[in-house]
């Protein structure tokens, strides 16, 4: 039997997302499930719950960041990477992303995880802006002239963060984090905003386990990830949940006609979603 768990980040001004996100929880995520939230510092955890009223303590755990990583500029991807290499060990896959998200039916996630984790690759579409922080990062990386990134990119034109649930494998992040600890420029990864954990974590899949990059052809551009896309009109919404079968989106609208959706991305950007 697989073992999953999900990290969540959240930080003061967000702790709203993050009580209605764990309400979705609570209401549609099939249990047991272990669901964590980092914080920055034990004050941050005790505001936490002095904000909720001591609600959800017993739905949650709570981690820690490292006193020696707290100065780091690009905090919220560290905090996901030291979440990530405190707990991989005691599952097969771990789902990581923001608070500002809501599931919106039931769902299983043991076997979300296992299916997203099969595909061996990542969706993306076509996008300027976004393959420009692909190739940022893996520059950050050391990596933005090798050849298998550039062919599998089509030579930086294609973006995936936010096009599928950030999900990683416990084998193969083991393997990622022996690397990226040991990286000569860690310290950059560390700093760069545009040093995503997941753009970070697949970009090295891409150019060292084979993973694939799928590509999704829309009929329109998008300046990012489709699925992320919330300035899309609502029929060009409706395209990208039919062409990409991702299982969050932003499309919270008619998420209740695609039944894969199971959780609304950047909620808060999401506008009205249909409960």
Excluded at 8 to 22: M, Q, R, V, W
Excluded at 143 to 149: G, H, M, S, V
Aim: charged share 25%; proline share 2%; net charge negative.
């Amino acid at each position: 039997m697989i073992k999953t768990a999900t990290i969540i980040t959240t930080h003061n001004p967000k702790f709203h997302h993050a009580f209605n996100l764990l309400e979705s929880y609570i209401k549609y995520v099939d249990k047991p499930h272990d669901l964590y939230f980092i914080f920055t510092n034990e004050n941050e955890m005790f505001d936490f719950n002095w904000k909720s009223e001591y609600k959800y303590m017993d739905n949650y755990k709570p981690l820690i960041l490292d006193e020696s990583l707290r100065d780091k500029k690009s905090i919220v991807n560290v905090k996901k990477m030291f979440a990530l290499q405190s707990i991989i060990n005691d599952y097969d896959y771990v789902g990581v992303y923001d608070c500002e998200s809501e599931f919106v039916k039931n769902c299983n996630l043991d076997t979300i995880y296992e299916d997203i984790a099969s595909y061996d690759c990542v969706k993306a579409n076509e996008s300027e802006i976004g393959a420009n922080i692909i190739k940022l990062a893996a520059g950050y990386m050391g990596l933005d002239t090798n050849e298998i990134l550039i062919n599998q990119t089509k030579n930086y034109s294609l973006y995936w963060w936010f096009s599928e649930i950030p999900v990683y494998k416990k084998e193969l992040f083991i393997e990622f984090y022996d690397w990226y600890k040991s990286y000569e420029n860690l310290s950059i990864l560390q700093s760069e905003y545009y040093a995503f954990d997941y753009l970070v974590y697949t970009i090295w899949l891409v150019c060292f386990k084979n993973f694939k990059i799928k590509h999704i052809e829309l009929p329109f551009k998008s300046e990012i990830s489709a699925v992320e896309d919330f300035r899309l009109t609502q029929e060009q919404k409706d395209i990208v949940s039919n062409e990409f079968q991702s299982y969050w989106s932003v499309n919270g609208v008619n998420h209740k006609k695609y039944d894969n959706i199971k959780l609304i991305v950047h909620s808060d950007n999401a506008g009205y979603i249909d409960k």
